[in-house]
């Protein structure tokens, strides 16, 4: 489902080269539930966002779902976000104003779907991640973990294959943390979803069934 071969990453800094990332190879298949893990610095949020489309090696090639991203046109990535992925951030990223239901919804309604195309959906996921009494339900008058429910539910709205989780449990408490990666967890066998979260926490890492850990920009183990 993920492949990425030699890449690389590096940032001019002046004079100065700043390696990030340095000749990673790796594979994820399908349905997998891996952590990447590794202390601040190590290069684990900037490899994700590369094997995800959202930021580009210096060199390598990064294969996800069949498609080599390298390859691709605006529109082809574009479409590729839209259908073949799904994100979940440390930061929630929900829209203050929109309700639970209009946040999970904005996926949808940007590619152009009516809301009668995704209603059986969005009443799936919003059993599916336990907030149906709460739909109507402003961020503001949420929780922290109900808030990354919302946005794990919106990750999951247009049917994607892979969701890239970014330090999903950074700004919750300990108990909250541990609903939303029992979610993801549950989630990932329930839909057969391929996730790739970064985390730089032990703990985390078990609630998959693989763990690539990265020091200094490169796999270790």
Sequence with gaps: MIEAKNVSKSFELGE??????????LTVEAGEFVSLMGP???GKSTL????????????????????EIGNLND??????????????FQ???????LTVEENILIPAMLDGKKRGEVNERLEELLKAVGLLEHRKH????????QQQRTAIARAL???????????????LDSQSGKEVLELLSKLNKQYDITILMVTHSEESTRYG???IRLKDGRIVS
């Design 209 to 211: 069934n693989r763990v």
């Design 16 to 25: 100065q080269k700043l390696q990030v990332l340095e000749n990673i190879n």
């Design 138 to 145: 402003r961020p503001m008058e949420l929780s922290g973990g």
């Design 75 to 88: 529109l082809e990535e574009s479409v590729m976000r839209r259908y073949d992925i799904g994100f979940v």
């Design 157 to 171: 709205i247009n049917h994607p294959k892979i969701v890239f989780a970014d330090e999903p449990t950074g700004n």
């Design 91 to 97: 930061a929630y990223n929900l829209i203050d104003n």
């Design 48 to 67: 994700l966002y590369i094997l995800s489309g959202l930021d580009k090696a210096n060199a390598g090639s990064v294969i996800v779902n069949g498609k």
């Design 40 to 42: 601040s610095g190590s």
